[in-house]
């Protein structure tokens, strides 16, 4: 695991750096196995940083969400840096975004942290259900290591890994600007084994498996909220004139939302699960989002998130196209 | 609101397969329509009058006329409405000819399927709003690119309108392909003959500017307002100063391939492609003298009476406007290496129909005498083999280049002129004559000329000793075939040359499967194309003999001086929009649209500075790629807005 001294000592000179506004890491959270983002303006705020194997959102979503202020007249814009703790994931978010114009790279300053893989919120709260108290977990020799209520617990690291990591490529972060510790070695997986089932299901048995997972859709967003990149201004499922979505929570609204979520992420979604660890209904909308990268990689060969001066895959045109998949 | 539904039968076209006395009865039940009725033709004058009382009398806001498609009548239509003081834009179009009747035979299933169509148009209807087309200026004058003969005759034909015009040639000298040719049929007229005072004449003319030796590098803007980068390599010989004396030829050491005689003779560092060029002066080719950096030789140079030769000179960017461009990069004959099962590549003799044309030609590399390339032996036989590579689409071209069968026939004619005890044999799967005057042509080499025609394919062709062993086998008399001949000449079809490609994808036009440019309709639009002001003539859009090249040349002159003869034209209404509150200038339609007509600019909020598309409204064609791109439909287009859509999508749900 990282050595979280090194972290606060790097985050701090980051943020004694004049172009750095503040810093995005990792803090402890409020109960339980959660952790929280953390904003960094002073030295002091640095000391909380950490890194867990329960940091598994994406802190690439937050530049993006922070609201510009209106400007008195002669006031000019803050153009100082954002700094971000990135993971493998959430560097590859970050390089989507700027390839998409999203952001631009001068505006951030990333601290790259090779990612041995982080732990499925799921999963944990699950096995222990009633766990409030905060609860700091260690990574050692391929074990979990925590202590509940005086009693030491060690679980293998296969069973609790998120699923989106036991199958990550890319877990050193892809774009940084400073990298803390040593990067991980990457094993080559079997990517797309976990919708295999899936995809070889009939026409008739995928459509009720999704009828039924789509039927306990509250529509409460979460999914877009957490994705770094649900980052429009004005959501299309917001609109009102056209309405493309009506605001009812039924099987046929909650059907459109999702598929519509699924492909306004087809050569987008880097994979980071952050849609599906916030859903509270367990809808696994990774499933989609492999299914449609799995698409896009073979029929364009393109992955995203990879590089900043790429073109985005649905904002190109190549007239030499062969266009073999269309029959 | 009132609406007007108007069914067309389209005589029995339509009323066939869709009871259109039942779909006008169905419209009328639809909310603001407030006339529906049917007419045998309405395109005609009567069905038009229809129209035209209906809006008066019943003081229509909309109209939608159920007939072919938009392609077909949209603008008929458009018309009338307009002539009764409605926006043109108001109008809608319900394709149930093409979407209905043509494609089904189910009365009782096209009568429900054009009934749903005609709902959904009028849920359309009633959100569509007025539009206006704007108009913008013109330059007078026009681009030519490619100058082969295509390219020669539509510059000659716009200069002669009293227009402006610049004609790019890519190569050294204008006359493309048609320079390399020594007859043409069906006159056998000498080809040079009829194209020299053409090429003469585009040196001369006033109204032409001949940039040779460059290419068209960049095409931005819109019909009657092309902005046009065009990068002119050096010649390195000062054309006003060369007077063709050819007394750097001699002394040049450096020996290369002649193209202009398909490979088959040498040239110098230093030459003019063929002694008819335009323009008339000589030129370097820099990969292969040794004067060009780092200055090794200068014999030229030192013999240059007239101090021609500037080894200095640089590549030239040449920026200009035009109001039309015609593209004529003309095309390149199918690559002999491909043909390996006809010996290419192993045996010498076997050679391309353009190569025969050059060693018969007087002015070719054996000036005339009609020798072969491995040992210079006089050629007494001759076998072609027509379809060489083509109508085979399994492994070759899928189609037929049309012009093969009459350039063999007219070789194997030349060649029973030059050599009249020779024999010719052509191999072939068909004849295909169809043009003025070309059946007798052919009837002239089989009968008065003797050219012996067996119809059949050769299966192998065998290196037997200083000849080679054709194989092969006569289809009408189920017999095999075995001749010995001195050359054989594979009649090599038509594919679109580099240039072709090159400018297709610089101007962004679109191309067919074969790689041709595409027209705007193949009958009654052969030299428009998917971009308005860009035309195209000759075989950059398909195989074409040189009548149908001039022809199509003059038409596309003609279009193009429609557009540069006007002050001001109107531009597409349908065009994309923005909506910069919803606009989170992330691009993605920047890359989507190929006519580059998106840009992100800066727009100021309360003081901080945001990113958001913006459309240019001249740019746009209304193809709506960006509209479709958007993930927040920030982008929408006039006339196709996501309300409409949506409203007709909602219509067909509800069937």
């Not at chain 1, 390839?99 to 982080?118: A, F, K, S, T």
């Not at chain 2, 043409?184 to 020299?196: G, K, M, Q, R, V």
């Not at chain 2, 000759?538 to 195989?543: D, L, S, W």
């Not at chain 2, 598309?613 to 740019?619: D, K, R, T």
Request: glycine share 6%.
């Amino acid at each position: 695991m990282v050595d979280q001294k090194k972290l606060v000592e790097v985050a701090k000179e980051t943020l004694a750096r004049k172009d750095v506004k503040y810093i995005i890491g990792y803090k402890k959270g409020s109960y339980g196995f959660q952790t929280s983002a953390a904003f960094a303006y002073t030295p002091k705020d640095v000391e909380q940083f950490i890194f867990t194997p329960l940091c598994n959102k994406n802190l690439a979503k937050y530049p993006l969400k922070e609201e510009k202020l209106p400007l008195k007249r002669g006031e000019e814009e803050d153009k100082r840096k954002i700094g971000i703790v990135v993971k493998g994931c959430d560097s590859r978010a970050i390089t989507q975004i700027i390839q998409e114009n999203g952001m631009n790279r001068e505006e951030v300053v990333l601290l790259g942290i090779p990612c041995p893989g982080v732990i499925n919120q799921k999963e944990i709260e699950k096995r222990f259900p009633n766990q409030s108290e905060i609860t700091e977990i260690n990574e050692i020799n391929d074990e979990y290591v925590f202590t509940i209520e005086g009693k030491e617990h060690k679980i293998p690291k296969q069973e609790l890994l998120a699923e989106v990591c036991k199958t990550c490529d890319y877990p050193n972060p892809v774009l940084y600007d400073v990298m803390i510790g040593e990067e991980v070695e990457v094993n080559p997986k079997e990517e797309y084994e976990g919708i295999k089932e899936l995809e070889e299901a009939s026409l008739e048995d995928r459509w009720e498996y999704w009828e039924e997972q789509f039927q306990s859709c509250i529509r409460c967003y979460a999914c877009r909220e957490a994705c770094p990149l649900c980052y429009c201004s004005t959501c299309m499922a917001d609109l009102l004139e056209p309405q493309w979505i009506r605001r009812s929570v039924n099987l046929s609204e909650n059907t459109a939302w999702n598929i519509m979520r699924a492909f306004h992420l087809a050569g987008r979604c880097i994979n980071c699960g952050a849609c599906e660890n916030a859903c509270p209904m367990d809808i696994p909308l990774m499933e989609l989002n492999k299914k449609l990268g799995k698409e896009v990689k073979e029929m364009f060969e393109y992955t995203p998130g990879l590089d900043i001066d790429a073109k985005p895959l649905l904002g190109s045109f190549n007239p030499d196209d062969p266009e073999e998949f269309i029959k | 609101m009132r609406i007007g539904v108007y069914v067309c039968e389209c005589g029995k076209n339509i009323s066939a397969t869709v009871d259109t006395e039942k779909v006008a009865e169905y419209a009328k039940s639809l909310p603001n329509v407030a006339s529906s009725r049917v007419y045998k033709y309405m395109c005609a004058d009567p069905g038009q009058e229809i129209i035209k009382k209906d809006i008066e009398e019943l003081k229509l806001d909309k109209v939608i006329v159920a007939a072919c498609s938009p392609r077909m009548h949209e603008p008929t239509f458009r018309a009338v409405i307009e002539d009764k003081g409605l926006n043109p834009y108001t109008l809608e179009i319900v394709n149930i000819r093409e979407q209905v009747s043509w494609v089904h035979d189910d009365k009782k299933k096209g009568t429900k399927k054009a009934k749903s169509l005609v709902k959904s148009s009028v849920m359309r209807s009633a959100l569509m709003e007025p539009l206006d087309r704007k108009r913008v200026g013109v330059t007078h004058k026009a681009l030519v690119i490619g100058a082969g003969i295509a390219g020669i005759q539509a510059a000659l034909d716009i200069a002669g309108s009293g227009y402006q015009v610049t004609l790019v040639e890519k190569s050294s000298s204008i006359g493309g392909k048609m320079a390399q040719l020594d007859k043409t049929f069906p006159t056998l007229d000498c080809s040079a003959c009829i194209l020299s005072p053409k090429m003469v004449e585009v040196g001369r003319n006033p109204n032409i500017t001949l940039i040779a030796n460059a290419e068209v590098e960049q095409v931005d803007g819109y019909v009657g307002n092309f902005k046009v980068k065009i990068k002119k390599r050096p010649r390195y010989v000062i054309e006003d100063k060369c007077t063709m004396c050819d007394d750097c030829v001699p002394v040049c050491p450096v020996i290369v391939h002649d193209e202009y005689n398909e490979n088959l003779s040498p040239r110098k560092a230093i030459y003019i492609a063929f002694p008819q060029a335009i323009p008339a002066s000589y030129i370097i080719d820099p990969d292969d003298c040794l004067g060009i950096d780092p200055l090794i030789c200068s014999k030229c140079k030192d013999v240059c009476g007239p101090e021609a030769i500037d080894f200095d000179m640089k590549p030239e960017i040449i920026e200009d406007e035009f109001g039309a461009i015609v593209v004529a990069t003309g095309f390149e004959t199918y690559p002999i290496e491909n043909l390996g099962e006809y010996g290419a590549g192993n045996i010498p003799d076997v050679i391309t129909g353009l190569e025969f044309e050059r060693l018969i030609s007087p002015g070719g590399p054996s000036t005339g005498d009609l020798r072969r390339p491995s040992d210079g032996k006089l050629i007494k036989n001759v076998v072609f083999i027509h379809c060489a590579g083509s109508r085979d689409p399994a492994k070759h071209l899928p189609y037929c280049s049309k012009i093969c069968c009459m350039y063999s026939t007219k070789q194997a004619l030349m060649f029973k002129n030059e050599v009249r005890d020779g024999t010719a044999v052509n191999f072939y799967i068909d004849i295909r004559t169809g043009g003025k005057d070309y059946e007798e042509f052919y009837q002239r080499a089989a009968e008065e000329a003797k050219v012996v025609y067996i119809r059949g394919k050769v299966s192998e062709l065998i290196q037997d000793g200083a000849e080679i062993l054709v194989k092969g086998v006569n289809t009408l008399t189920a017999e095999t075939v075995e001749l010995h001949a001195d050359v054989v000449v594979l009649a090599t079809g038509i594919i679109p040359s580099q240039g072709t490609k090159d400018i297709a994808s610089v101007l962004r036009l679109s191309l067919g499967i074969n790689g041709f440019i595409k027209e705007a309709h193949p009958k009654l639009k052969p030299v428009e194309t998917s971009i308005t002001g860009v035309f195209v003539a000759g075989c950059a859009t398909g195989p074409k003999d040189i009548p149908e090249t001039v022809s199509q040349a003059g038409r596309a002159a003609v279009r193009a001086c429609n557009i540069i003869a006007q002050d001001e034209i109107e531009v597409e209404a349908t065009i994309a929009h923005v909506d910069e509150i919803l606009c989170r200038g992330c691009g993605i339609c920047v890359g989507t649209c190929p006519y580059s007509a998106i840009t992100l600019i800066d727009t100021k909020r309360f003081g901080n500075i945001y990113k958001v598309a913006s459309v240019n409204e001249a740019l746009c064609k209304g193809c709506g790629s960006c509209a479709a791109a958007c993930l927040n439909s920030a982008i929408n287009q006039f006339g196709f807005e996501d309300k409409q859509i949506l409203a007709m999508i909602q219509a067909l749900g509800e069937e």
